[in-house]
């Protein structure tokens, strides 16, 4: 075991001192696993704004999913916080999308496709559950999370006034 003494301490510090100034990108540089896709590559993006607007399109009061940037939110959330099976899971049904060039697609073809998706993983089970519910549940999350979602797609009060307990129905969308 090395004795700590004052020249020691020094050097350690000096190193630290000048790996600070490294920048951050050149050490995660090196743990790039370049045989795995990201999501936030371009043709990723474009299938998953695709998507995202089919399953949340804008309407005449509100905008889509793709409008608030949801593809990108799901990019994030996959990419950072997904365990690797789930992740894995995923990047294999988007990459089945892509080969089955559903990006080229007429807008029928695109809805039926995301219709037998969304049939498939109404189907699955949660042992073998299915990418699509996935998909599907961070497009809702992301869309009512993002500020057009909660602003123009819900009914949105920022400053509540007094509390009325019975309130008639008029059809209006749902509150935040």
């Not at 043709?43 to 089919?54: D, K, N, P, S």
């Not at 009512?144 to 123009?152: A, L």
Request: aromatic letters at 12%; glycine letters at 6%.
């Amino acid at each position: 075991m090395e004795k700590i003494d004052r020249r020691n301490a020094l050097g350690v510090l000096a190193r630290w001192s000048a790996a600070s100034f490294i920048p951050f990108s050149w050490v995660v540089q090196g743990c790039a696993d370049n045989h795995n896709p990201s999501l936030f590559k371009e043709e990723y993006q474009l299938l998953l704004a695709a998507m995202v607007e089919i399953i949340l399109p804008e309407t005449a009061s509100s905008p889509g999913a793709k409008e608030a940037n949801v593809h990108q939110f799901i990019a994030l959330i996959v990419e950072d916080c997904y365990d690797i099976e789930r992740k894995d899971r995923i990047m294999v049904g988007l990459n089945q999308l892509l080969r089955d060039e559903f990006l080229g697609l007429p807008d029928q073809g695109k809805y039926e496709a995301i219709e037998q998706l969304d049939k498939a993983a109404k189907a699955a089970t949660d042992e073998k559950p299915h990418y699509f519910r996935d998909l599907k549940n961070l497009t809702q999350w992301g869309y009512f999370s993002s500020k057009p979602g909660i602003t123009e797609g819900l009914r949105y009060n920022p400053l509540p006034g007094s509390y009325k307990g019975c309130i008639p129905y008029k059809g209006e969308i749902a509150w935040y």
